[in-house]
């Protein structure tokens, strides 16, 4: 595989011209793959002259053909609460909902929050999701502000028992986008509200999303899957999981095997309007790649955030940690599947 600049023309999706159709290298046979973290929604053009304006099921369809394609069965989904009837009528219990509780202003009225999470548990949500990236701090998008602290009060007596949160980002972005730490905070300083919610609702089970936003340091998510018995880790978000579980790859799999019954697997892929089929195929292949086999080349994804070396590799090393099969198990079906059984 080259390792030079990839052309500018090449798709992002597959900037080294790899060919997915090489499989050889998955080893896992069991029951399917449970993707606990995507956001398959409606779809529009962007483009107000589009022919076709309607809201359009077709990029689902795509996802999920493709899913089956790499042994993923049941996905949950976030998308907002007026997609759902459709979703559900097309694709029935392949699919699971994850209701997202934001607001869009810091000024927005608490109670609108709380309208919208009243909209998701009418449609039979199984998960409800606080969103706190940094980014989001001067929209009040803390995720223990107070008004979430009383959503999740309201969801766990609707019958709610699985939270996700999106705490932390990427320790590039805290290099790049994030250098104002009077605004954004450090990544320290993303931690603990997420462990106020923890201790404040024991009762309930807690996914951190995107290896809880800090796979840079397996020794941080150690710490927080030893101190609280009800915190998850998911999978999601291909590009940087691939480049940080790549380079640190002995440390990831040592504590996967270590607290097998922790983790879930997840793409955060995203239906767009417009998108090739082959985005969904390089997500699914590069996350398979990377926790079930041995497999070392370049990552086939462009990734603004890896910065090369001169003269060297255009994309991050792509490094299979070869995770045991009974973890395997556990990561892609098992535990998932115990976690939304708990109702």
Request: hydrophobic share 40%.
């Amino acid at each position: 595989m080259s390792t030079t600049a990839h052309s500018a023309s090449a798709p992002e999706h597959n900037v080294t011209g790899i060919d997915y159709a090489q499989r050889g290298h998955f080893r896992y046979q069991g029951p399917p793959l449970l993707d606990i973290h995507s956001h398959v929604t409606l779809t529009q053009p962007t483009d107000p002259s589009s022919p076709d304006p309607e809201a359009s099921l077709a990029q689902a369809a795509t996802m999920l053909e493709v899913a089956t394609e790499f042994q993923v069965g049941r996905i949950c989904t976030m998308c907002p609460p007026e997609h759902i009837p459709a979703l559900r009528e097309r694709f029935g219990q392949r699919l699971g909902f994850n209701g997202s509780i934001t607001k869009q202003t810091i000024d927005t009225p608490d109670d609108e929050a709380y309208r919208l999470l009243d909209r998701f548990l009418a449609e039979g949500i199984e998960i409800v999701k606080f969103w706190a990236a940094p980014r989001g701090r001067d929209r009040g998008l803390l995720v223990d502000a107070p008004w979430r602290m009383v959503a999740a009060q309201r969801a766990i007596a609707a019958g709610i028992r699985l939270f996700m949160v999106h705490v932390g980002d990427p320790d590039a972005w805290f290099r790049t986008v994030y250098t104002d730490s009077a605004k954004y905070g450090t990544k320290p300083d993303q931690y603990p509200g997420l462990i106020r919610m923890l201790e404040a609702f024991p009762e309930a089970n807690w996914i951190g999303a995107h290896m809880g936003g800090d796979v840079e340091h397996p020794d941080h998510l150690e710490a927080l899957l030893e101190r609280f018995p009800n915190f998850y880790l998911d999978t999601s978000a291909t590009k940087w999981q691939v480049r940080e579980v790549s380079a640190r790859g002995e440390a990831v799999r040592s504590l996967i095997c270590r607290y097998p019954a922790r983790f879930l697997f997840g793409s955060d892929l995203v239906t767009r309007h417009g998108l090739p089929r082959q985005h969904y195929v390089s997500r699914y292949w590069c996350q398979r790649t990377l926790w079930e086999s041995d497999w070392q080349g370049r990552s086939p994804i462009a990734d603004a955030d890896y910065i090369a070396e001169p003269g060297g590799p255009s994309t991050p090393l792509l490094g299979g940690i070869d995770l045991p099969i009974e973890v395997l198990e556990m990561v892609y079906h098992s535990n998932a599947e115990r976690l939304l059984a708990a109702r």
